[in-house]
């Protein structure tokens, strides 16, 4: 019914920069809230940051001041900039979304299936 496809992750310097971004598509009536989340190995899935459909933003208190979300309603995308990259910021980097379909009122949370970022010399 409805996917979410990320791209932009890859390999970078500690210091350096990556801009990730992620497409929703399908059946979608409305776009809620949308986020990032990160897993590391070994780790649990913590969340990076999220943007209201008014885009009212939250983050996570480590990547504050260094990653910003941005959504485009019309594009039905999130990006999210990482500046100042760190190698604890290694992980791979999930999207989420809550929408409301055609099918039914009541949204609900699809996941993309990931992008690996690596912060290493």
């Known amino acids: 019914q409805v996917q979410l496809v990320e791209s932009g992750g890859g390999l970078v310097q500690p210091g350096g920069s990556l801009r990730l971004s992620c497409a929703a598509s399908?059946?979608?009536?409305?776009?809620?809230?949308m986020g990032w989340y990160r897993q590391a190995p070994g780790k649990q899935r913590e969340l990076v940051g999220s943007i209201s459909s008014g885009g009212s933003t939250n983050y996570a208190d480590s990547v504050k001041g260094r990653f910003t979300i941005s959504r485009d309603n019309a594009k039905n995308t999130v990006s999210l900039q990482m500046n100042s990259l760190k190698p604890e910021d290694t992980a791979v980097y999930l999207c989420n979304a809550y929408v409301i379909t055609y099918d039914g009122p009541r949204p609900r949370v699809y996941w993309g299936q990931g992008t690996q970022v690596t912060v290493s010399d």
């Open positions: 399908g059946r979608i009536f409305s776009l809620n809230a």
